[in-house]
C-alpha cells in the first residue's frame, strides 16, 4: 500500500507540473495544446481522487491495527469468549498456532521472524486479533479461505461471543486488552460484511437474521457501532438485490426479444402463406451459392429479411427498432460489418458485466460443483440437489455455496457455441473466410487488451473439432492463420503459472479479465492434497497461496475497461449468442455444403465412368 501510494503521488505531481507547463505555453501554442488541457485536468482529477483514497485505505488500516493484541494474549482471548466454565485449562499458544522462522528460511518479512504455517480453527481465528494482522493481508486470506475448516455460522458465533464478552467493559478503559479485543471484533466483522456478504449473509438467511438480532438486542444499546452496523448491512443488501434485479431485467428483455421473434416469424409466415394462395407459379429464389436449403433454413426463410433486400451496411439496425431487427434475421452480415476493433470493444464491455459480479470465493471448491477441464463439457441445468457433493466437497458439510462460477462457465461455452456456429452456418466460402478472419483478429485484440477471457472463448469455438476440419481454412491468408498459433501460446502462457497476469507493470495501468476456466483450474491444483497436518491442523501455507491466486478476482474489478457502449450492437451480440447457446455444431454443419471439401464435377464424372469401366471389364 506504501508502495502504491507512493508511485500514485509521484505520478500526480509530475502531472501538475506537466500541466502547469502546457498553460504557460497556451498562448504561443496552437488549438492542439488547448485540446489537452482538458483531458489532462480530467486525469489530474482522477489522479488525485484515487490518491485520497489510497491515504484513507492507510489512516483505515493503522487505525485498525492498534487494536491488535501481542500473539502470546491469543489463549487468552479464546477463554474469554467461552460461555462454558467446565473445561477452563490453561492453553499454551504451540497448541493452537505453528509458525516457521523466517531466518532459516532466508526470508525477509519486516514485521518478524515468524509466520503462521498452521493452526487448530480456533487458533486461525483467533490470529485475526494478532498486532499486523490487518497490515499483513492476513484477515483478507481468511475472509476468503475459512469455509474449509468453520462454518459461516461458526465463525459469527466466534465473534459475537468475544464482543459479548467484552461490550460492556469496552467503553470504561480503551487502553485495556478487552476493549482492543471489542474493537478489533467489530473491525473484522465489518471487514466481513463488506467483504463477502453476497456469498455469506445474502445466501444464508438464518445466518444474516441471527446477526441482525444481536446487533439490535445487544450493540445498539451499549455502542455507537450498532447503528453504523445496521446502516452497512442495509446498503449491502440494497447493493445485492439491485444487482438481482439487473439479472432478472437482463433475463427478462431476452425473454421479450424471443417472443418479438416468434410473432414477427408468424407473422411473416402467415403473410407468404396469403401470397402463396393468391398466386400458386410464386417461387422463392436463392442465390447460386447458398447450396441446398435445409430444414433449419426454411424454418427461417420467411422472415422479414428474405423479403427485404439485403442491406450492404448497418442502416438496417438503425431503420428499425431494436426490438423489430432481430439478430438471427440480419444473420452473421453484421458482424462482417463492423471492424474487429469495435466487437472486441463491446464483447469485452459484455464480459466485464458478467465478470464483476463473482466474487473470489466463487472459485473456491468447484470439484465440488462439477467444474472440470474444457475437454469435459459441463451440464447445462445444474441444481443443488443434482450435485454431488459427498465426493469432492473441500468446505465443511453445513457451509453453504454459491454457484455463480458455474453461470460464469456456462456463458464463456454459450460463446464459444456461437463463435463455431455462426462459421458453420455460412452458406459460402468467401463469408466463412471472412468470419473466420474476423474472429481471429476480435481474438487478437481481446488478449492485446488483457481480455485473456474473451479470447479464451474464441479460441475454444475455433479448436471445435468440426471447425478445424473446414476447408476454408486452407484458403485463409498466413497471417491471419498465424493468429491461431498466437492464441495457443497465450493459452499455454495463461496455464504456466497462477499469477502471471499480475506480473509487470502492465497488470498495474491496464484492466485485466481473466479466463474463468483457467482460474478454477488453478485453484483445483492447489486444492489438491490434504488440508491439515498429522497433529489436526490446518495448512495456513495452502490456505494462503489459495487467497493469493483468488484475490486476484477483486484486484481486477478494481480496474473495470472505460470503452464507449453500442447497445445496438450489444444487443445484436447477445441475441446471436443465446440463439446459439443450445446448438448443436455436427448437425449446423451437415447441412451446408460450405462445410466439406468439393470434388469439381469433371473429375467426380470421371471417377464414376472409370467404375463403371472396372466392373464392365469384371462381365467379359
Known amino acids: 500500500l506504501e508502495q502504491l501510494l507512493m508511485m500514485e503521488t509521484k505520478n500526480y505531481r509530475k502531472t501538475i507540473k506537466f500541466y502547469q507547463k502546457l498553460l504557460q505555453k497556451e498562448r504561443s501554442k496552437g488549438p492542439e495544446t488547448k485540446s489537452m488541457l482538458p483531458k489532462l485536468r480530467g486525469q489530474l482529477q482522477e489522479m488525485k481522487s484515487k490518491v485520497q483514497f489510497l491515504e484513507l485505505v492507510k489512516k483505515y488500516i493503522m487505525y485498525a491495527e492498534q487494536w491488535g493484541v501481542e ?15 467446565t473445561d477452563m485449562a490453561p492453553t499454551d499458544e504451540s497448541t493452537l498456532l505453528l509458525y516457521y522462522n523466517t531466518e532459516k528460511h532466508q526470508c525477509n518479512n519486516q514485521n518478524g521472524i515468524r509466520v503462521l504455517q498452521a493452526g487448530t480453527s480456533l487458533g486461525l481465528m483467533a490470529y485475526l486479533y494478532s498486532r499486523n494482522a490487518f497490515l499483513e493481508g492476513y484477515v483478507q486470506q481468511f475472509l476468503y479461505t475459512f469455509r474449509y475448516f468453520c462454518t459461516q455460522e461458526e465463525f459469527l458465533q466466534f465473534l459475537l461471543d468475544r464482543i459479548s464478552s467484552t461490550l460492556s467493559s469496552a467503553s470504561l478503559d480503551p487502553s485495556t486488552s478487552l476493549t482492543k479485543i471489542c474493537n478489533r471484533s467489530f473491525y473484522i466483522l465489518q471487514a466481513w460484511i463488506e467483504d463477502c456478504y453476497s456469498v455469506d449473509f445474502a445466501t444464508n438467511s438464518d445466518l444474516l437474521c441471527t446477526l441482525k438480532e444481536f446487533i439490535s438486542c445487544k450493540v445498539v444499546p451499549l455502542n455507537g457501532y450498532g447503528e453504523h452496523f445496521l446502516s452497512l448491512l442495509e446498503d449491502a443488501s440494497s447493493r445485492k438485490s439491485d444487482s438481482v434485479h439487473q439479472c432478472s431485467s437482463i433475463d427478462k428483455c431476452e425473454e421479450e426479444d424471443e417472443e418479438d421473434r416468434k410473432k ?8 407468404s402463406e396469403d401470397v402463396s394462395k393468391k398466386a400458386c407459379n410464386f417461387n422463392w429464389k436463392l442465390s447460386k451459392g ?11 426463410l420467411y422472415t422479414s429479411s428474405s423479403v427485404l433486400p439485403k442491406p450492404c451496411n448497418n442502416s438496417f439496425t438503425e431503420e428499425f427498432p431494436v426490438s423489430f431487427a432481430k439478430a438471427d434475421e440480419v444473420g452473421p452480415y453484421l458482424l462482417v460489418e463492423y471492424s ?3 466487437l472486441c470493444c463491446q464483447l469485452t464491455l459484455l464480459q466485464q458485466d458478467v465478470f464483476h459480479k463473482c466474487h473470489p470465493v466463487h472459485f473456491l471448491n468447484s470439484r465440488a460443483l462439477g467444474v472440470k477441464d474444457k475437454c469435459v463439457a459441463i451440464q447445462k441445468a445444474v441444481s443443488t440437489e443434482t450435485v454431488s457433493l459427498k465426493v469432492c466437497n473441500l468446505f465443511l458439510s453445513k457451509c453453504i455455496q454459491d454457484q455463480y462460477l458455474l453461470q460464469l462457465l456456462r456463458n464463456a461455452d454459450s460463446i464459444s457455441t456461437w463463435v463455431a456456429a455462426e462459421i458453420v452456418t455460412c452458406h459460402t466460402s468467401k463469408l466463412q473466410v471472412s468470419l473466420l478472419s474476423k474472429f481471429l483478429l476480435i481474438a487478437k485484440c481481446c488478449y ?20 478445424r476440419q473446414l476447408p476454408a481454412w486452407k484458403i485463409l491468408p498466413a497471417k491471419v492463420a498465424e493468429i491461431m498459433e498466437e492464441l495457443k501460446a497465450v493459452e499455454v502462457f495463461l496455464k504456466s503459472d497462477s499469477l502471471c497476469l ?8 491496464l484492466p485485466t479479465i481473466p479466463s474463468a476456466r483457467v482460474l478454477a483450474m488453478h485453484v483445483q491444483q492447489l486444492e489438491t492434497g490434504g488440508f491439515t497436518m ?4 490446518h495448512k495456513w501455507s495452502k490456505l494462503r497461496n489459495i487467497a493469493k491466486v483468488v484475490s486476484q478476482v477483486h484486484a481486477f474489478q478494481e480496474n473495470p475497461y472505460t470503452y464507449t457502449p453500442d447497445f445496438k450492437l450489444q444487443s445484436y451480440l447477445r441475441q446471436r449468442i443465446t440463439h446459439f447457446k443450445d446448438a448443436d ?29 472396372r466392373v464392365k471389364a469384371t462381365f467379359q
Request: hydrophobic share 35%.
Open 585 to 613: 455444431i455436427s448437425a449446423l454443419a451437415a447441412d451446408n455444403c460450405a462445410n466439406f471439401h468439393q470434388i469439381p464435377a469433371e473429375k467426380h464424372s470421371r471417377k464414376i465412368q472409370d467404375a463403371l469401366r
Open 290 to 300: 447458398m447450396g441446398p436449403i435445409s430444414q433449419y433454413q426454411r424454418d427461417r
Open 502 to 509: 499480475m506480473e509487470g507493470e502492465r497488470f498495474k495501468t
Open 534 to 537: 498429522t497433529n489436526g491442523a
Open 71 to 85: 500473539s502470546c494474549a491469543l489463549p487468552t482471548l479464546i477463554h474469554n469468549g467461552r460461555n462454558d466454565t
Open 448 to 467: 492485446e487488451q488483457r481480455n485473456f477471457a474473451t479470447a479464451m472463448q474464441i479460441l475454444a469455438g475455433l479448436e471445435n473439432l468440426i471447425v
Open 340 to 342: 474487429a476493433q469495435q
Open 264 to 271: 414477427l416469424h408468424s407473422l411473416c409466415k402467415k403473410l
